[in-house]
């Protein structure tokens, strides 16, 4: 399958990270890849911490997760709202059962966390929730960047470029 086939989910609250948004979207989009922004169900766009709005295309409670490839969970406050909702991990859990590739930026983690798919896996986070990954059976490192197995995630915006480097390598691969 060409990476051109591929689709990919990007979770959206309000007051995600702007740009742990709208890199990915952009550098999914040049690959070609079908990039569908999923929010919680509550409104139809989102606004980012920096005032960038996003307009939804599906919500949680309507994917079906083996429909897609890959998920990706940006950072900011957002992912507060996100990992209460059960809509969303379930649709998280699905595609870790799935091994679909699952991406987490800076508090994304949190959403993995609630979701309950990180034990055993060795993943990156910001500070801020290194005792959540820990406590929920993540092996935490403060590398940059990290991928174990369908788990790919960065620690901050700065290691986005590597970061997608790794998920467009990931959904590259025959996983």
């Known amino acids: 399958m060409e ?34 922004v999923v929010g919680t169900g509550l409104k139809d766009s989102y606004v980012g911490k920096h005032g960038y709005t996003i307009d939804i295309d599906e ?11 890959g998920i990706i969970v940006p950072g900011g406050w957002a992912p507060d709202r996100l990992r209460t909702n059960i809509y969303v991990k379930n649709l998280i859990k699905d595609m870790a059962e799935n091994n679909r590739a699952i991406g987490c930026i800076c508090h994304g983690a949190s959403v ?20 959540d990954v820990i406590n929920a059976g993540g092996d935490y490192t403060s590398e940059g960047n990290c991928v ?22 990931y959904l590259n691969s025959e996983n």
Not at 4 to 28: G, H, N, Q, T
Not at 159 to 167: G, S, T, Y
């Open 148 to 169: 174990d197995r369908n788990i790919i995630s960065a620690k901050i915006p700065g290691n986005l470029p590597e970061f997608m480097k790794n998920i467009l390598d």
């Open 59 to 69: 919500n949680a409670n309507t994917i079906n997760p083996l429909d897609y490839d």
């Open 3 to 36: 990476i051109s086939d591929k689709s990919v989910i990007l979770l959206a609250e309000d007051e995600f990270e702007d740009i742990e948004l709208l890199y990915p979207l952009l550098r999914l989009r040049e690959e070609g890849i079908r990039v569908i």
């Open 112 to 131: 993995l966390v609630s979701a309950n798919v990180i034990q055993g896996y060795k993943l990156t986070c910001t500070d801020s929730i290194i005792d």
